[in-house]
């Protein structure tokens, strides 16, 4: 089961505001003390991303940290996300020590791709142009020919489709479908989904809509085809917080990880956000429109991770250039 990748024991404690102002202050102060930058996502605790923009960092998707991390003077970053986003951030900054308040953060995409299955489903489509989202191990990363996020999926799988290449898609197939729906690609997708976005349903959200009529919508690729239906804006979560500052309605029904909300009351401040349900009355969700495994990002471990630098990624030699060089393509894609 999905929910024994995840141990309580690291699932943050209640904290005081005394506690957690001298938590601040001290992670503050180790940061400076040991030239270190802390990048946090979207999806972590809203006391680590107001933390992470106080003391320099920043907070944004995966691609986004490892990118910023790689243009920050610091030689050591501090990512607080989940694994795959370390392991990015090391593939792009080989030369900083990268550290992670725990390693046993992890993401059910990763999980459901492991890298001997996907290979092998790989090695069986020689004649495909293998994509793979960037929820993905450094070891799935080095097997494909482009990484993308979903802020890119479309333009990606779009141009290779105008070249008439057939694409193995992975992992997640809710992106996946509606990737292929939008641009008419020939893929092959693979089985996996996030265990936050599969759990919103369309009923759930029309009968929300039924008490907000005026609300719009917000959802990510990464939900079932009958709640991105109904959205009003579809995308990545930075698309999602630009979409909360530019549509005209007050009220939003979002449709992603409830830790989205820190960032679009700062975009759109005023403005009223909603979560969408999941699973409907009297269901009982796995996360609850929260990352089980994001939520193991606390001050505490931040703190300890600083301190005692036990959770350090490393990553093969190798396998990090033959991961850099999709990256790299998308990189080189995003920026032309």
């Not at 293998?130 to 141009?159: C, F, G, M, P």
């Not at 997640?172 to 641009?183: A, F, M, S, W």
């Not at 239906?229 to 999602?240: H, I, K």
């Not at 990880?257 to 269901?283: C, H, L, N, V, W």
Request: contains cysteine.
């Amino acid at each position: 089961m999905i929910q024994e990748h995840f141990a309580q024991e690291h699932l943050p404690t209640d904290l005081s505001a005394a506690q957690i102002a001298d938590l601040e202050e001290q992670i503050t102060q180790e940061l400076k003390d040991r030239d270190a930058c802390l990048v946090a996502h979207y999806y972590t605790d809203p006391l680590v991303q107001a933390l992470a923009e106080k003391t320099g960092g920043c907070v944004s998707d995966s691609l986004e940290m490892a990118r910023f991390g790689a243009n920050h003077s610091a030689s050591t970053l501090v990512v607080a996300g989940v694994r795959f986003m370390g392991e990015t951030a090391k593939i792009l900054s080989p030369e900083k020590r990268i550290l992670m308040p725990t390693l046993e953060a992890t993401c059910s995409l990763d999980i459901g791709c492991p890298v001997e299955e996907f290979s092998a489903f790989c090695d069986a489509h020689p004649d495909h142009e293998v994509v793979v989202y960037a929820n993905t191990s450094a070891a799935v990363k080095a097997r494909a020919d482009w990484v993308v996020t979903s802020s890119i999926a479309l333009q990606v799988v779009e141009h290779l489709a105008d070249q008439d290449k057939k694409i193995i898609w992975a992992p997640d197939k809710h992106l996946g479908g509606y990737v292929q729906k939008e641009t008419g690609a020939d893929m092959l997708i693979w089985d996996g989904a996030c265990i936050v976005h599969e759990e919103f349903k369309a009923k759930g959200l029309l009968d929300l809509k039924q008490v907000y009529p005026d609300a719009a919508i917000l959802v990510h690729p990464e939900s079932p085809e009958s709640v991105v239906a109904l959205a009003d804006a579809v995308g990545s979560t930075s698309q999602l917080i630009k979409a909360a500052q530019t549509l005209p309605n007050s009220t939003f029904i979002v449709a992603t990880d409830r830790g989205i909300f820190y960032k679009m009351q700062q975009a759109a401040p005023g403005k009223q956000f909603i979560e969408a349900p999941t699973g409907g009355s009297g269901a009982t969700c796995r996360s609850c429109a929260h990352c089980p495994w994001m939520a193991m990002n606390g001050l505490e471990n931040i703190l300890s991770a600083l301190r005692e630098g036990k959770d350090e990624v490393h990553v093969d030699e190798q396998l990090r250039i033959d991961a850099l060089r999709p990256l790299q393509r998308m990189l080189s894609f995003q920026a032309g």
